[in-house]
């Protein structure tokens, strides 16, 4: 695994909304629910840290993602765990299928102490986050540390009983972090400890990982904190992961996921851009 890193000025676009440029990709709040005004501040809200490129190799091919722009899905231990594509309804509309189980990342918690204690000045992020970075399919990553507005927006999983699978949407505005875990299993005591640590100044990390260009990020680690970052008031700390070279998902691999009764199949079938990989 080798890194090179920068400072300051990654992740431009060059996106418009509004007659403003927005010139930073990654996780933006509803537009459709908040407007322009919280759109402009929740982008001058957003502090970036440090970020750094790496190449991965020889890892454990645990965690991955696939897609674009058009579809995104997370990938964890070569099956699908969750998986939007736009709803083509004219806007950025997404369909959301996801595997509700507790122990969907039970063994990313490996690397609790990297998400919990502060990055010394002297490590690179590569080498303070190795042990979730060990975890994902080789390819090449842009790791960027950044504080981010508490009240960003986040998809949550609002079902009150555990099915196989949850099917809904979400407007993503310029983008959406996806819950990845039930929120009844979730503590609070152990939330209340992180609010503790927060307002004592700690600031433990919340990671994500997404693909390039896609309207999501997947969150790996950091449900629990991002409530207590949000109970206090105080800036997210969170490390995206966005992998730069990331594949399309076969077409067979995505209807295979999704239910087999009711329309989603034959809406993705017909509406998946021609040119999209199906191998």
């Known amino acids: 695994m080798t ?7 990654a992740r431009f676009v060059g996106a418009t909304f509004s007659g403003c440029t927005i010139e930073r990709e990654g996780q933006f709040p ?22 750094e490129t790496i190449d991965i190799t020889g890892s454990q091919c645990f965690l991955g993602v696939r897609g674009g722009d058009f579809e995104a899905a997370l990938i964890v231990n070569g099956q699908i765990a969750v998986y939007h594509w736009c709803d083509c309804a004219g806007s950025v509309g997404q369909n959301l299928v996801r595997s509700v189980a507790t122990s969907t990342l039970a063994s990313v918690q490996r690397f609790r102490k990297s998400v919990e204690s502060e990055i010394p000045p002297q490590s690179t992020l590569a080498s303070h986050f190795s042990e979730i970075l060990l975890l994902l399919e080789t ?3 842009l790791l960027v540390l950044e504080d981010i507005p508490s009240d960003s927006y986040v998809v949550e ?18 983008g959406a972090m996806v ?23 700690i600031r433990p990390t ?12 997947f969150i790996l680690d950091g449900h629990h904190k991002l409530k207590a970052y949000r109970a206090s008031n105080v800036q997210i700390r969170r490390l995206a992961i ?32 021609p040119g999209t990989s199906e191998t």
């Open 3 to 9: 890194s090179k890193e920068q400072t300051n000025g």
């Open 30 to 51: 509803s537009v459709q629910a908040l407007g322009a005004s919280y759109l402009k501040r929740w982008i001058l809200q957003v502090t970036t840290l440090r970020s």
């Open 139 to 141: 390819g090449q990553y």
């Open 157 to 174: 999983i609002a079902l009150a009983e555990i099915p196989l699978l949850e099917v809904t949407n979400f407007y993503p505005g310029f």
């Open 179 to 201: 819950a990845t875990q039930f929120e009844p299993s979730m503590s609070s005591k152990r939330v209340e400890e992180y609010v503790q640590a927060i307002e004592a100044g």
């Open 206 to 217: 919340v990671i994500t990982l997404s693909s390039k260009g896609a309207w999501s990020e």
């Open 242 to 273: 966005t992998r730069l070279d990331s594949p399309q998902l076969p077409l067979e691999q995505a209807m295979s996921f999704l239910p087999k009764e009711g329309p989603l199949r034959g809406h993705l079938r017909s509406h998946r851009p």
